[in-house]
Structures are given as C-alpha cells and as structure tokens.
C-alpha cells in the first residue's frame, strides 16, 4: 500500500489563509478527500473529490489538486477552524488510506 | 440522513476475539446505496481503516489486518459486525463505523458513527 504525506502542524492568525498539503503517488490518479476532526468528536468530511463541498460545509473550505499533492485550503480561518485534519484516498486495490494528520491551531 | 451506533465489550483481553457492532437507523444495511465501513483511531494517533462490506457480501480489508478481520451484516437488526481475532494491545483504539454513498464515490466516508473505544488488556 502507499502512503499520503500530510504537515504534522499549521498555525494560522484568525481571518488569514491555511493550506494543508496532501501528497502521495496514488492522487495523481484517485481522488482526495478531506475530514475535520475536533477532540473527542467523529470526523467530519469537508471535502470530496478534491474540491467538492458536502451540504452544511462553509464556503470558506475548499480544495485543489496539482499532480500528487491535494491542498485543502480554509479561507478567512476562524477559531472554530482550529481541529486536526485527515487526507484520504484509495489505492489501486481499494485499500483505503489515511494521511497522517495535520493539527490547525489558531494563532 | 444515515445515522450509525456502535457498541462494544469496552475491554478485550490479550489474544482474545474482539466483537463490535454497529446499528444504522435512515437506512437499510440491505440497502444498495452505502458500503458500510469500520475505521479505528488509536489514543492520540490517526486514523486506520479497517474494512468495509456491502450488501451482496462483498468485503475489502486493510492488508495488515486481512487474516484476523471479518465483517458481517445483521439485515434482521440493521447492523454490521466486525471480528478482529487475536488481538494485542496495539489493537486498543477508538472503533468508527462509516457509510460511503455509492453513488457519490464508494471511497469516501460521508455518515459517522461516535465511536466505541475497545481497550485490550489483562
């Protein structure tokens, strides 16, 4: 199986601009997906098939892909934003595959 | 809207089945509409995914789990089961049960449960 790359941490000011990388060979051909998780809490998905946004997710998350590297990008960072962040995908024998995490705290 | 329960023992000891469930309500597990998944989250880590199965049967798993992980469906009480065999203390994690729509992407999670914590100790 393979492995998605995620920032172990991103600190952002409120109302500035996170980014959070996702890079693994396999999203230059599957698609990404982005969860919220806040502690003790269930993830939440916030992003589908790179840039997509599920019903009841704010306009300020979106996505992008560019070759092997999917960004989940929160515009305009409020502290409610401040959860760890998983990127996900699928390999070639529909193993599902987690990123490592990423901890957004709001400066 | 698919809402999911799991539920569970709470503590396995050592080189024992763990057993957990899963209840769905909006939704039959019979349903051709969802796979039906178990993702776990040891204490302070990340997350795994374990399995999933659909209503014909089908099942995938990870492969560091395959050999000790089987999955069920319950159409009678609307629930999934998952089977980890002999279970170690790496096995201690938090359990989420998730419904991928299929015809959405059937590799993404959409619907969450809250999660049963299975602790693995003598």
């Known amino acids: 199986s393979y492995e998605l790359t995620q920032p172990p941490s991103v600190s952002v000011s409120p109302g500035q601009t996170a980014k959070i990388t996702c890079s693994g060979d396999a999203l230059a051909r599957q698609h990404g997906y982005w969860y919220q998780q806040k502690p003790g809490q269930a993830p939440v998905l916030v992003i589908y098939k790179e840039s997509d946004r599920p019903s009841g997710i704010p306009e300020r998350f979106s996505g992008s892909r560019s070759g092997t590297t999917v960004t989940l990008i929160i515009s305009g960072v409020q502290a409610e934003d401040e959860a760890d962040y998983y990127c996900?995908?699928?390999?070639?024998?529909?193993?599902?595959?987690f990123g490592g995490g990423t901890k957004v705290t709001v400066l | 809207q698919v809402q999911l329960q799991e539920s569970g023992p709470g503590l396995v000891k050592p080189s024992q089945t763990l057993s957990l469930t899963c209840t769905v309500s909006?939704?039959?597990?019979?349903?051709?509409?969802?796979?039906w998944n178990w993702i776990r989250q040891p204490a302070g880590k990340g997350l795994e995914w374990v399995g999933r199965?659909?209503?014909?049967?089908?099942?995938n798993s990870n492969p560091s789990l395959k050999s000790r992980v089987s999955l069920s469906l319950d159409t009678a009480r609307n629930q999934l089961s998952l089977q980890l065999t002999s279970v170690t203390a790496a096995d201690t994690a938090i359990y989420f049960c998730?419904?991928?729509?299929?015809?959405?992407?059937?590799?993404?999670?959409?619907?969450w449960g809250q999660g049963t914590l299975l602790t693995v100790s003598s």
């Open positions: 998730a419904a991928s729509a299929v015809n959405l992407g059937q590799y993404f999670f959409l619907h």
């Open positions: 996900q995908s699928v390999d070639s024998d529909a193993t599902i595959v």
């Open positions: 199965i659909y209503t014909s049967g089908t099942t």
């Open positions: 909006g939704d039959s597990v019979s349903s051709y509409s969802y796979y």
